[in-house]
RNA sequence: GGGUCUGUGGUCUAGCUUGGUUAGGAUUCGAGGUUUGGGACCUUGCUGCCCCGGUUCAAAUCCGGGCAGACCCA
């Protein structure tokens, strides 16, 4: 076991959040806090083998989709950033410039995003029909100023470790049947990884990149009844390919404009995952992220340390088998000790092996999310395998419980008001109209409206000019 | 963007109002020993006043600035 990895730290009840979060996250050896810069944070091993866990998986999907890794530099020429006025006016002053040399000229700025670095380049890749599709990402980090409150993994100066898909296509069905792809990935990641519901939006159209068709945002709802903005997946439409000219020449030898998606998301999907399950004790890992998922802890009596490391040592071979990932903790500690030091991280199964259990043949597991305890027989130790897939589903059972207690439909001011104020996602009609969604998500303080509802709508009353309405929208208190 | 508050060994904290002895405690960490079924105990050791400047015979304490963090409002 890595030192630094253990803080042996109290931590603070999770019913003060905001404080939980910092502490658990300090406490399980995610990460530390302490680098003295605004919104940088420092990985620890266990922190990044747990995020190495999700871009494995990402990297995993993306290549089964046709999309290939690529790398970009961090630095972008200034040239570059201006291409795109809009994007660059919000990054002038919230972006950080690169400086090199006593003269201290500027040689760029800092990526805030891809795309200023990503599509000049796709701009000279692109000459017909046949360099299309593209489709590409990278893992990076990218860089903002931000002058608002950070917090590590949701807001930060630093975003470490980011995926950022960028596709061009020649057609527009083309683009759209790719960005159903990733919504494809997306989802899978939410259900399959994290144990999260999928909770996707439709953002309205002013809220999107200025010219482009649409976008839909994925949201995670913390414990405080705020809600998080966590992916994204983008329809460009020509409005990139237009200010960056990408374009290739038809059949007919006439230019034409590439159809664009790009989708992203990062370390969010951790702190969604690690918000929702943690409890006052720390945290309580999704079993299929978890870089550990089971720990032997061997309990040791005066003599008979022996014949409890002889069992100890069978359980690891048939857990290696199985392909289970373990940990032994032979510390020559107290065993409650140890189970604190096991439970902070998050760790699934936790199994006890003392001399009761030798004499019994017979193992002690201990499950981290349901705090059920199982006796499970030595030669029955197969079963773990599936009790890891059961933890998943319980765990996305309960998540996306309190998901959906926690989105209500209200058809009044008041209610609204109601909800919302109680920690909830309101749910109300809207007519579409943007004057209307301004004054539903003016209603408190705080409030935002965060996007449509992506199902099947019936109708009703706007809820604030009365107009029949199609469209369903959700407020809430957000981050 | 505007405001309020905070900063003492690795962590938490006392002391600050009213400047004055060797900055006290808990925990963690190291060493030695006895232990081990929910944070064991004993002995012993290391480590600290965020940074820069000012006031003063004297600053953890008062003042100014910086940096970092927390909270509230837009």
Redesign the pocket.
Known sequence: MI?QD??????SSKSDF??WY?DAL??AGILD??Y?????IVWLPYGLSIMKSLINKWDELFSKNGIKEAYFPQIVPIKYCEINESWWEGFK??GYKVIAGSEGEIQGALRPTGEPAIYPMFSMWTRSANDLPIKIYQTVNSFRYE??????LIRAREITHWFEIHTAHSTKQEAENELKAHLKIMDYFYEEMLALPIFMVNKPIWDCFPGSVGAFEYYSLMPDGKVMENGSANNLGQAYAKKFEIKYKNDKGLEEYAWMICTGNGARFLAAAISEFGDD?GLILPPRIAPIQATI?P????GK?KK?FEQVKKMQKELSKMGIKYETDSR??????K???W??KGIPL?I????????SKK??I?IRFS?EKLSIKLNELKKIKGLLDKIHEDMLKSSRKRLHESIIFTSSKKDLIKAVDSKKIAKVYWCGNKDCYDKISSLG??YEGFGTSTDSKGAGKCLNCQKTSYEELFIAKSY
């Open positions: 030192k253990s803080t042996y730290e109290k931590i905001s404080k910092n300090s406490a806090q302490r003295e810069m605004k919104g940088m002053t919230e002058t608002k409150q950070t917090r590590p004790k802890i309990i040791i009596f005066k340390e409890v020559s500690i107290s065993p409650g000790r189970y604190y030091d439970e902070v936790r006890d092996v003392g001399p009761k259990d030798v004499d193992c002690l201990t705090k303080e705080g």
